[in-house]
């Protein structure tokens, strides 16, 4: 015979009708709380009973909104078949809250950090009080073991007490498990809010860095003096600046040159044009310079360009040999002279960058001798003057990078001006708006990659 | 702890002028006979990997260049003419061809990619096409 919890609304309902809470799988099956126990026997199996119960129901329902539990028992309950005449609800409150039916063998809710259940635990004990004088097991929200075979039987007074007794032991040991576990799943449940909230302030903190470095620096140093200088310390960040403003004066100024050779200009205007693109490069060399003074590293790691430029990068920038690959045929016709000329830039140019190349392979060798030699001795132990020797002498090799840098962009400088001594004016003019074109692309390309869809 | 750059870095043209025995005649002198004795000349320290480059620029050419690694002359000279030249021309290496002065990285780089390099190669007799 299986141990029903029946749990009484208030004295008449329990003196007139059977309430029986059982572990029915059927009845289990329909909770939202698989993981809650008991809280499942109590939530299952709910009847709305009009009659007597209907103050006590709104209470109840006050009294369960904590956590994301409450509105789920609610509908738990109310999702339940209603065949059997269970005072559920009324149970779902004593277990959870307990309810204004608790008596003076639950424990005290007030120590849990639901705000309700102080409430709560007032108004049971106010009706405790009132009830004292009555039966315990008759009258208030007792937590009772009513036996369907005691029921019928109708056994002695003294019977019925000790499993009175017997039941609300037990119903308090379960009360007090059942608790544990909410509590458990209210504590985690505000924990996962609270670290999905940090995380979104935190991305919104970056985002808003990043937006405030990118556009603010200007605004905090105040000066409309030279800004570089303003910016000073952060050399990299100085450079982005500058670059970005550099890229937007070319795309004008090669705005106006696409104009220029569509509507057939004149060649000396056009030359206006052409070589006012020719000093715009030089620009950018002169700042790659400064950049690389300040930090050679983020020169050489190409990260102020694309992602897709990025995969091109030689020294830290695009290479000669490859821009002449890229003109190709747009610069037909040529003379025999001009094709000679084109042909012997492509192979110096070649030549110089495979040398540069090379010089930057043993730099790196040289690095990593200096940096894997043996200064400490057969034994491990340091000599901290040799440590510290080899660590200038590598620092001295690091400072050679500078060197490489300035001559990997003397030679884009170079080759740029040289292309520009061999072809006319208008071949050269286009020459530099195939260029900038196919630069145009591979940004455009880096866009579209970033913003392609992930699964 | 001071970076000794000088010594195994390139181009530095900080250094200019500022050793005293950058104008001693004998030294200087030496510099020019070794530099004419043959088509390509070419004073380098051996660490330095700007130096390695300029080398390698040659020798991928076809060119046999003559090298003077300074650091490691058996005649003390060698520290006192790598003075010299930075003194001169603002960094190492430095390439003589056919006896003329060229000039450090940058010059040769420059030479290179106007076209005006292997002309003179070619007249100092160490390029043949």
Same mark, same amino acid.
């Given at each position: ?271 206006? @044009? ?56 747009? @610069? ?30 043993? @730099? ?92 | ?129």
């Amino acid at each position: 015979m299986q141990s029903f919890k029946a749990i009484a609304a208030n004295s008449d309902m329990y003196c007139h009708s059977p309430f029986y809470l059982r572990a029915d799988e059927s009845i289990r099956n329909q909770t939202r709380f698989a993981d809650l126990g008991e809280l499942e026997l109590s939530a299952a199996g709910f009847h709305h009973d009009t009659n007597a119960v209907d103050l006590s129901r709104s209470s109840i329902y006050n009294n369960l909104h904590f956590g994301g539990l409450p509105a789920e028992l609610g509908t738990a309950g109310a999702e339940v078949e209603t065949g059997q005449q269970y005072m559920l609800h009324k149970a779902t409150t004593v277990v959870i809250g307990g309810g204004a039916m608790g008596n003076g063998n639950f424990e005290n809710w007030g120590d849990s950090a639901l705000a309700e259940n102080s409430q709560r635990t007032e108004s049971s004990t106010d009706i405790d009080t009132d009830d004292k004088n009555q039966s315990r097991g008759v009258q208030d929200g007792a937590l009772v073991v009513v036996d369907s075979m005691d029921q019928s039987k109708g056994g002695t007074g003294d019977q019925k007490q000790t499993l009175r007794r017997l039941a609300q032991n037990r119903e308090a040991a379960r009360k007090s498990r059942l608790r544990k576990k909410v509590m458990d799943f209210i504590l985690c449940s505000a924990y996962v809010q609270q670290l999905e909230n940090s995380r979104l302030k935190l991305t919104q903190l970056e985002q808003e860095l990043q937006r405030a470095r990118q556009q603010g620096i200007f605004i905090a140093t105040g000066s409309s003096g030279d800004q570089s200088v303003s910016i000073g310390s952060n050399g990299a960040l100085a450079f982005d600046i500058d670059y970005a403003r550099w890229l937007d004066e070319h795309q004008r100024l090669i705005n106006d040159l696409r104009s220029a050779v569509n509507s057939h200009m004149g060649d000396n205007d056009l030359r206006v @044009l052409v070589d006012a693109v020719m000093s715009h490069y030089d620009e950018i060399f002169r700042l790659k310079g400064v950049g690389a003074k300040s930090d050679v590293f983020h020169m050489l790691s190409g990260m102020w360009k694309t992602p897709a430029e990025r995969c091109f990068l030689w020294l830290g920038g695009f290479r000669s040999s490859e821009l002449l690959k890229i003109l190709g045929n747009h @610069l037909e016709p040529l003379t025999d002279q001009q094709l000679m000329g084109i042909c012997n830039l492509q192979q110096s140019s070649q030549q110089a960058e495979d040398a540069l190349s090379q010089g930057m392979e043993a @730099l790196q060798q040289s690095l990593v001798e200096t940096l894997s030699s043996n200064c400490l001795g057969p034994t491990g132990s340091g000599n901290v003057a040799d440590y510290m020797g080899q660590m200038a002498i590598a620092m001295g090799k690091l400072a050679t990078l500078e060197n490489f840098l300035h001559q990997a962009d003397l030679l884009r400088q170079q080759t740029l001006q040289q292309m520009h001594r061999i072809l006319t004016t208008r071949q050269a003019a286009r020459a530099l708006l195939v260029i900038s074109d196919y630069m145009s692309r591979l940004r455009a390309l880096s866009s579209l990659w970033l913003a392609r869809p992930k699964d | 702890m001071t970076y000794q750059t000088k010594s195994w870095g390139s181009n530095c043209p900080t250094t200019r002028s500022s050793s005293s025995s950058t104008n001693d005649p004998a030294i200087v002198e030496r510099i020019g006979r070794l530099a004419a004795a043959n088509a390509v000349v070419i004073f380098s320290i051996s660490t330095c990997s700007m130096c390695h480059a300029v080398k390698k620029l040659f020798r991928n050419m076809g060119v046999n260049p003559t090298v003077y690694e300074l650091d490691e002359d058996p005649s003390r000279s060698g520290r006192e003419m790598e003075r010299a030249l930075i003194g001169l021309i603002g960094a190492i290496p430095v390439v003589f061809i056919g006896g003329k002065l060229v000039g450090d990285t940058d010059r040769v780089m420059a030479c290179h990619i106007s076209g005006t390099l292997v002309p003179l190669l070619k007249d100092a007799g160490a390029l043949w096409l």
